[in-house]
RNA sequence: GUGGCCAUAGCUCAAUUGGUUAGAGCACCGGGUUGUGAUCCCGGGGGUUGCGGGUUCGAGUCCCGUUGGCCACCCCA
């Protein structure tokens, strides 16, 4: 190791076969959801021409990114570091053959210049779902749903996350009719995303210039944990009026809960005003799930964006989706204890052999397990042998244990092998001629 | 881009105020015993102490630089 000079770049990671069956937990599992919730998978180049992400962001995202020219050549390229704009692109392409609504979900790895820290690096893998031309709540929720559909099937329970939820619009209706300029709400929707990092009081005195007394702050640093709109009893001692007049906000987002509800994932879900998300071209809802605690980043964040298809070339066409990265949501598990033991990983991964065979020590035995383990092989089943010169059966079947097999078969001669299913520990008591043995192995895992 | 902490075997860590040939456990490989995931015994491979320079009779240890890691700031599509 001393000896070797070369690491891997910074905020980059080298995948070892349990890393490997992690990441295939995690990338399947997004799989899964998605296309449970009836999404198709999508991809596009992982580097695109360099101008296709300052249209959006403008040039300062120049230093956020990975660039580069060909050696001799004189077009500029990056690599992704998100997938919108390649989203926006396909879409915009093939527009006027694709069905309305058009949902679609990928997964890859993506790419930010940024300085590693916990939960970021510069090499990740992220999850997009999108669903385009559906403006309505019923489009939001589908799309929440399909978050949290993936988190449930993890382990993960409201108790461990919440989607916090907020709207754009209608928040900016409200701050309008409070009096506060549109080319302010940029500047207070800076100081909202920092909440979690300033102490209260701090928090407030930032919210002074915006038109929002200490008592009245008080509606972003603790958020819209439950919707009072429908319970006109809450009167009495409290907050003035003012504070709680969140009229503007139920209206927007009435219909977003009750889509949540008839889904039935309205119990993971928080309303928090000060959810803004750092980008501009969010036009409506926005959401963050994050951890419970507030431990961590976000673990995936998205919205409504019904001018960005537009603005990179397509149709005027309402969107609205998130991305998911692996880091945090990893780390949350971890947290969390939910992240799979390595035998776990690697049969959910679909790595753990079908069968390891084994000899008895016999050189007729020997002879066998090779012919055995190609005779599994030839009807689809995940065979392995020891490479290991010793007799011992008790460490061969160690090396059986170690490899996730589900089954052992011991080779007690040239004809017969001893089946013994590794979860159970249970061993056939009658061994089984070995040409039998591919078929007998199909039948118990059900095949 | 800025700042703090860190770097010894694959992993977790030792190594006396700076002092022989840098050790141990686990892991890995091999041999042996008991036909069952185990125990026990024996042996082996592995390190230019991240890299480079400096101070010193002598550096894993002290100093500088560099690379990488962790954490925070900036930013977070």
Redesign the pocket.
């Known amino acids: 190791?001393?000896?070797n000079?070369h690491?891997?770049?910074?905020?980059?990671r080298d995948v070892y076969p349990l890393d490997a069956a992690r990441r295939r937990f995690i990338t399947e599992s997004w799989r899964r959801a998605s296309v449970l919730h009836g999404f198709e998978e999508v991809d596009g180049p992982t580097f695109e021409h360099l101008d296709l992400?300052t249209v959006k962001?403008g040039e300062g995202?120049i230093s956020?990114?990975f660039s580069f020219t060909r050696t001799g050549g004189e077009k500029t390229y990056a690599l992704r570091?998100?997938f919108?704009p390649t989203l926006a692109r396909l879409f915009a392409a093939k527009a006027g053959s694709l069905p309305k609504p058009t949902k679609w979900f990928t997964l890859g790895a993506f790419f930010?210049a940024?300085?590693?820290?916990?939960g970021?690096l510069r090499e990740f893998l992220q999850w997009n779902v999108d669903m385009l031309g559906d403006d309505s709540p019923a489009a939001d929720a589908e799309v929440i749903a399909t978050c949290v559909s993936l988190l449930s099937s993890l382990g993960l329970t409201p108790a461990d996350v919440r989607v916090k939820v907020n709207h754009r619009y209608a928040l900016q209706q409200w701050l309008v009719q409070r009096g506060l300029e549109v080319d302010k709400h940029a500047d207070l929707f800076k100081i909202l995303d920092?909440r979690g990092?300033l102490p209260e009081a701090d928090f407030a005195a930032a919210l002074a210039p915006f038109g929002f007394n200490t008592e009245q702050a008080e509606i972003f640093t603790k958020g819209v944990v439950r919707l009072t709109v429908d319970d006109p009893a809450h009167k009495g001692p409290g907050p003035s009026p003012e504070v709680v007049d969140l009229t503007f906000f139920a209206q927007a987002v009435t219909p977003l809960a009750q889509q949540f509800t008839q889904m039935g994932i309205i119990d993971w879900v928080d309303f928090d005003l000060s959810v803004v998300?750092?980008?501009a071209y969010y036009t409506g809802m926005v959401f963050e799930v994050h951890e419970a605690s507030g431990a961590e980043?976000a673990i995936a964040?998205g919205g409504r964006y019904d001018n960005l298809v537009e603005l990179f070339g397509g149709p005027k066409t309402p969107a609205v989706g998130f991305?998911m990265g692996d880091v945090v949501l990893a780390l949350v598990l971890q947290d969390r204890g939910l992240m799979p033991t390595d035998a776990e990983l690697l049969d959910r991964a679909g790595f753990a052999p079908d069968v390891f065979v084994i000899s008895?020590g016999q050189p007729e035995s020997d002879e066998m397990v090779r012919p055995l383990c190609a005779a599994l092989r030839r009807v689809g089943l995940h065979a392995r042998h020891t490479?290991?010169?010793?007799k011992?059966?008790?460490?061969l079947?160690?090396d059986a244990?170690?490899s996730g097999a589900k089954f052992v078969a011991?080779i007690?001669n040239a004809q017969l092998a001893?089946l013994?299913d590794?979860r159970s520990?249970q061993?056939d008591p009658a061994p089984t001629p070995i040409s039998l043995v591919p078929e007998m192995i199909r039948q118990r895992l059900g095949m």
């Open positions: 190791m001393a000896k000079t690491q891997p770049p910074t905020g980059t992400y962001s995202i956020e990114l570091p998100e919108t930010r940024e300085r590693p820290q916990r970021r920092q990092k998300r750092g980008l980043r964040g991305g008895n490479y290991k010169a010793t011992n059966v008790g460490k079947l160690k244990a170690d011991i007690e001893t013994k590794l520990g061993q």
